[in-house]
């Protein structure tokens, strides 16, 4: 049996939906921040927890063959929304979890980490960067996932096989959607307005992904043999896009829909910009991603009209606002009490 740590999420919907495809027993366990309704359709093929890993029972690894930590906080603004839970979440938590895994005898560990611990911001040298690179993480997010890796590496033995997967951005449906990922958010201003806004004239960098791959490499690197992949960085790209080229790429799969301007914005912001080579994960698992922008967005569109994702701007879909209003609401009932 597989755990999927955070198997509610955008990236755990359907790295679930996969593994069931192909055959595995699947246990998710998940804070359920967003609630199960992604999961609904493979509800009753699945075993669901729901918990908090910084207080997880050790008995949710009972049965358990490896585990794919998904878990955590997921972008810059939760992060710095509440960095100590950040940093207790994204770090320690899986350091908690590993160290429980490594007693218990379950040796193949997959951790969610990110490519955006390469960022140097818009104005650093242009340099495509590969897992040997140097690397020193500014941002909240960056840094706890940065921390996390080196705690796993340093757990790496014969008995422990940690594989770190750092992803590029992620793009594409999925039945726990989000708009607040910039291909994502390209797809719903493009319906909703019509037209895409692009900041500092879209010059920035970023390394993307289809979230079908990334369930896809997940797997690989739980399927590989353990001398491949034992203690092994491995970035996860699909190709790096400037982010006004992302803007043309999404007008390009609307236009037999309807007509999508760009508007360019050329002030300057404080802004992330780097780019990743995904190199080795081919070289070494034959991994290579297959899903273009272009492709992408066109199923996004026949699936958010299919299912009804179109209420855009229900709080749900971007993480840092359903974060936030969740604050909120735990405060109001602290202290009103019941509703009724």
């Known amino acids: 049996m597989i755990l999927v740590t955070g198997g509610a999420g955008y990236v755990g919907c359907v790295l679930v939906r996969e593994l069931l495809n192909k055959g ?152 726990r959607m989000r708009y607040d990922l910039v291909v994502n958010t390209f797809v719903k201003d493009a319906w909703m307005k019509g037209a895409l806004k692009v900041f500092c004239g879209g010059e920035m960098w970023r390394p993307l992904v289809d979230v079908s791959d990334a369930a896809k490499a997940y797997i690989c690197c739980v399927e590989a043999p353990e001398h491949k992949v034992r203690g092994q960085i491995f970035n996860l790209v699909f190709k790096n896009y400037r982010i006004l080229e992302l803007a043309h790429w999404v007008r390009e799969a609307f236009r037999p829909i309807k007509k999508v301007e760009i508007e360019v914005d050329y002030s300057h912001y404080r802004t992330r910009s780097y780019r990743a080579s995904g190199q080795k994960i081919e070289t070494i698992l034959g991994f290579k991603p297959t899903v273009p922008i272009k492709e992408s967005v066109e199923r996004m569109v026949q699936m958010i009209q299919k299912e009804g994702y179109t209420d855009f701007l229900n709080p749900k879909y971007y993480n840092i606002q359903w974060m936030t209003l969740l604050c909120e609401m735990e405060s109001t009932v602290k202290r009103i009490g019941s509703v009724f």
């Open 24 to 175: 595995e027993a699947v246990r998710v366990f998940d804070k359920l921040f967003f609630g199960e309704e992604g999961l609904r359709e493979v509800r009753d093929k699945v075993e669901l927890i729901q918990g908090d890993l910084r207080y997880f029972d050790e008995a949710i690894l009972d049965g358990i063959d490896s585990v794919i930590h998904l878990a955590g906080l997921s972008n810059d603004p939760t992060a710095e929304y509440n960095p100590t839970a950040n940093h207790e979440m994204n770090t320690v938590a899986t350091e908690v979890l590993a160290t429980a895994c490594k007693r218990r005898g379950i040796k193949r560990f997959v951790f969610a980490s990110t490519c955006s611990i390469y960022d140097k911001g818009l104005y650093a040298e242009d340099v495509l960067q590969d897992e040997s690179t140097d690397v020193s993480p500014r941002a909240a997010y960056a840094v706890s996932n940065y921390e996390a890796e080196q705690i796993l590496l340093a757990m790496a033995d014969e008995r422990f096989c940690p594989v770190i997967l750092r992803k590029g951005t992620l793009y594409g449906f999925s039945p």
